[in-house]
């Protein structure tokens, strides 16, 4: 023991020797948002504050917020440690934003099978924007990526074509046409081909010792993960209706308690999610509106003309909520979302309008109106006052129609003072 002891105290004293180099890789398999930014800068920090030999950031995102592609895209440029880019595992994507982070990065790498690129979805749901501001948003893009690739020396005029053109390439020719360094099997064989590479910042070098690093992985935490799950347009829009339906029905049932904390809850997480995105204030007081509607229809009697317009509105605000700043931008309602959602909610709606129509045709069956009308039988003679039994209740009773034999069947006519007004039966 002691000998081990004497060992590693030699050992640790030799000049030269040191611990072997940690590398850090963080996987990010998401849309870009709030999130996944806030993640990247922090996973920077502590690699920076844990002294790690780099950063491997291990991507497969379709895209996501311009906005929020600019906050990861100035953390890389800003990074004070390297930062690798690792368009991984095989048949993974940086389409859109990831183009954007990829580009970013001190060292761009590229799993064989992987394709990057700008997406380029147009507006929402497929329809085209307004040629002007698409323009606008493409211009500034395209200045934004050439910038980009100019910091890192890359193939600027690819950079802008992937904003432009929309053009996608696999591994093997972003390796060729100089817009990625590595292409790499795995995270072992990225690691062995960025040994001895030479990272330039600014006023100093950066010598890479990544063979035989030790590996930490990270994830994203719990707290990122919910707050990923909201930046979800989908999620937030179905977090909003519910939101809705708990507060209404709270206000219609007084002291239910568990629909209005519900509902309070859902709409506190709904307005979150709308805060990290793009949402038109239109689509949201359409969608208001539209539930509104369907609630007047309980109380007016429109022929379904409330329901209709409801529908509609709902429809249309759904379809508007998300407007996003670029046509760049990966975020959209989904239709397999906004059409459930609506159909569910008109239905519902419409089974409460149904019913509400239906109590409101039907004749009272408790109280002074639902005894008018109702059949019974003398217990006693009335001449004309005597006894009566109706809904298996005996009341005092006067005969409106002469003089009723007890047993005869009586039907009342109306109440006066606790006592009912009876006539003969005929039917």
């Known amino acids: 023991m002691k000998r081990i002891l004497l060992l590693s105290l030699l050992v640790l004293a030799v000049p030269g020797v040191s611990a072997a180099p940690v590398v850090r890789v963080l996987t990010i398999d998401a849309t870009v948002n709030p999130a996944v930014a806030d993640v990247i800068a ?28 600019r906050v990861i895209v100035t953390a890389l440029l800003e990074a004070d440690v390297p930062v690798v880019v690792y368009v991984s595992p095989q048949g993974a994507q940086a389409a859109s934003a990831g183009t954007f982070i990829t580009l970013a990065a001190h060292v761009a790498a590229m799993a064989p099978g ?71 099997a795995d995270v072992q064989d990225l690691l062995a081909q960025l040994d001895g590479r030479v990272i330039l910042f600014d006023g100093r070098a950066d010598t890479l010792r990544t063979a035989g690093a030790a590996v930490v992985e990270e994830e994203m935490d719990w707290r990122h993960r919910i707050l990923d799950a909201l930046s ?58 539209g539930v509104i509607l369907f ?36 975020v959209r309602l989904s239709w397999s979302v906004i059409i459930p959602a609506v159909l569910t ?14 109590a409101q045709r039907r004749k009272p069956v408790t109280g002074i109106e639902g005894m008018i009308g109702a059949a019974g039988e003398a217990l006693s003679e009335l001449a004309p006052r005597g006894a009566v039994r109706v809904h298996g209740e005996i009341w005092t009773a006067e005969s409106a129609s002469g003089v ?11 109440m006066e003072n606790l006592t009912l007004i009876v006539t003969h039966d005929n039917h």
């Not at 022929?303 to 760049?328: E, N, P, Q, R, W």
């Not at 047993?407 to 009342?412: A, I, P, Q, S, T």
Request: proline share 3%.
């Open 404 to 414: 009723i034999a007890s047993g005869e069947r009586v039907r009342v006519t109306r």
């Open 114 to 184: 992987t394709n990057i690129g700008a997406a380029h979805p147009v507006g929402m749901q497929g329809a085209q924007p307004d040629s002007v501001m698409a323009e606008k948003a493409t211009n500034d893009a395209a200045a934004f990526i050439r910038a980009i690739s100019a910091k890192r020396h890359r193939n600027v005029r690819w950079a802008e074509e992937a904003v432009r053109r929309s053009v996608s390439i696999t591994a093997e020719e972003a390796l060729r046409d100089s817009v990625v360094d590595v292409v790499a």
């Open 345 to 358: 909610t008109a239905l519902f709606f419409l089974f409460a309008v149904g019913m509400g129509i239906r």
């Open 232 to 289: 979800d347009p989908n999620v937030a829009y179905i977090l909003f209706l519910l939101g809705l339906y708990g507060l209404l029905f709270e206000l219609y049932n007084p002291g239910a308690v568990v629909p209005g904390v519900v509902g309070a809850i859902c709409i506190i997480l709904a307005f979150y999610a709308f805060h990290t995105l793009p949402v038109n204030y239109a689509g949201l007081a359409l969608i208001i509106v």
């Open 295 to 330: 609630l007047l229809e309980i109380k007016i009697t429109s022929y379904g003309l409330l329901t209709v317009g409801g529908l509609v509105a709902l429809f249309l605000g759904s379809i508007m909520l998300i407007d996003s700043d670029s046509s760049l931008e990966f």
């Open 42 to 69: 922090s996973s920077v920090a502590r690699a920076r504050e844990a002294g790690a030999e780099c950063l491997v950031i291990r991507l497969n995102t379709p895209g996501g917020l311009l906005k929020s592609t």
